[in-house]
């Protein structure tokens, strides 16, 4: 990229237009933000700021002044502001301020709510291929349960009565966790909750949800986990790439079985997740397909083609990236990378 | 062909036939054969489909096994490969199967291979041993 096609950005304002304007370019290749102004130092887009190394400060003249600024956004909704922004910016910066940064503002937030539908849409076309997991998981309790009630109407053996009773409800526990699980995995992530994540224990959730959407019966296990393996990001929307990339690499051993590697690692600032199959493997010729939305290898119907499109959405929002290594008929290897977040203190998982 | 008939005696105690439930939930096969005994069947069990072969593969049973109860989706040789094999080396013993998973498609195919009855968990006690009277019945009727 030659440096006279990098727009050099100053936002002013760090509310939630200022924060959603961060996010957006900050992906943008072609775009260096600058550094980012409030007067509020506790606003929610210079905490961002801050996370994401962008320069914060108070003092608007020297931001839009001394930076070599090209465009200058301005979300703070001050008349005053956009007098003095035409008064005195740089000759060769453009201004949007006004009605024209509350455009932007909307647009970019319709945008992150057409995301959000199209990762929910993809989820509830995913559960739809639960059913049979589901089905498994909550019939046999209630075949034990039917079963001992049938008995017990009978039972004259006291302890007996009492052991069968117990049986009963630890079977009912059983099935209501299955509707626990699936109805926090089905609901919307809740919008711009970044918070501290456990990564193994999204990872065992995944297991969890992803043994719903194929049997894991003949599939080896192997857990490699660095304990304290935090991010910062939305847990709903983590969950929901784990379950993705874990249900992908069952699918690929289905026919034949195989091994599933699930690791992380804290190395040099970083959170290395991988998830590793042995299954069929992805051809060289689709690799670069992947993660394109609609690519699908699965027949019509099976797939929506935008699982892989939203892993790698959410992967971009939290700054990580995806690796992928793959070989016919040996197995993929998915790695995502992110910035390690302080590790979590114990017993307040999120 | 006295060997071929049920209700043989075991311990001094008619019995109704014998059952091999195969599951790999040892709560259903612990429920299905609680179930069963009280009719006074001698019931057998087996986690996957493998066992379910070794099982019938063994000793007397291979004459005297009246039933197999048989889950679908299991480990090892899940249960529609198991009723495949059932089916073509043992075509005399009827087979029912259990399932967690309401399948019409997956029931029409079955029955056409000569499943007697496909059965959703949960089934009630009188419902399951009425299935395995039927069968035991046709099995007998078979051998007329």
Redesign the interface.
Known sequence: MESSDLTKVAILGAGRGGHALLDLLYHIPSIEIVGIADHDPAAPGLQRARELRIPVTTNVPDLIGNHGVSLILDVTGDPDMETYLHAHKPPTANVLSGSASRLLWKLIQHESELEAELLQSEKLAGIGSF??GI??????????????A??LAEERDLIAVHEQAR?IIE?VKRASAICRDLTRYSRHASPHQDVLVSVNEKLDEALKIARYAS?L??IEMIKQYQPGAAVKGNPDELLHVLVNLITNAVHAMELVGGTLTLETKLFAGQVHVRISDTGCGIAPDKIHEIFEPFFTTKAPGKGTGLGLYNVNTIVNKMHGTIAVDSQIDKGTTFTLTFPSAEPIEQGNPS | MDEFKSGFFIGGEACEGRVLVVDDEPDIRKVVKMTLQKAGYEVLEAENGEKAIEVINCGENRLLLDVVICDIRMPKINGAEAIAYFRSNYPRVPLIVLTGFPDTDMATSFLRQGVVDYLVKPVEGEKLRAAVARAIEQRELARL
């Open positions: 059913a049979a089905a498994h998981d909550i019939n046999n309790p209630l075949q034990l349960i039917l079963g001992l049938e008995n049986e079977a049997s019966h003949d």
